[in-house]
C-alpha cells in the first residue's frame, strides 16, 4: 500500500502564491511519477501538473507559466508552487503517484483564491 499527505493548502488573495507538498510513504518502490490533480465544484477531477521520476513534466494549459511542479526522489515527495494565483484555481488539490501501474490518491487539499 502506498500512503500519500499533502500540506500546504489554504485561502489566498488573487495573485497570490502558495506551495502544495505531498509525502509518499509505504510500498513505493518502482515509484514511476507523481503528480497533482484537482477538482472544483461541480467540475470533473483534472490534471494540474505530473513529473516523472526523471524529471519530465506536462501542465494542464490553464497554468503552463505560473505553476511549477518539483519532485525529491530521495525523499519522495512532490511540490507544487503556484504563482499569479486566479479565482479559478479554488479547488480540492490531490496529489497522486503511479507505483508499478497504479495510480495512489491522497485526501485532498483546499485551495480557495479570493478577495
Known amino acids: 500500500q502506498v500512503q500519500l499527505g499533502e500540506s500546504g493548502g489554504g485561502l489566498v488573495q488573487p495573485g497570490g502564491s502558495l506551495r502544495l507538498s505531498c509525502a509518499a510513504s509505504g510500498r513505493i518502490f518502482r515509484l514511476s511519477a507523481m503528480g497533482w490533480y484537482r477538482q472544483a465544484p461541480g467540475k470533473e477531477r483534472a490534471l494540474v501538473a505530473r513529473i516523472t521520476t526523471g524529471g519530465i513534466t506536462n501542465y494542464a494549459d490553464s497554468v503552463k507559466g505560473r505553476f511549477t511542479i518539483s519532485i525529491d526522489n530521495t525523499n519522495n515527495m512532490v511540490y507544487l508552487q503556484m504563482n499569479s494565483l486566479k479565482p479559478e484555481d479554488t479547488a480540492v488539490y490531490y496529489c497522486?503517484?503511479?507505483?508499478?501501474?497504479?495510480?495512489?490518491w491522497g485526501q485532498g487539499t483546499q485551495v480557495t483564491v479570493s478577495s
Open positions: 497522486y503517484a503511479a507505483v508499478l501501474g497504479d495510480d495512489y
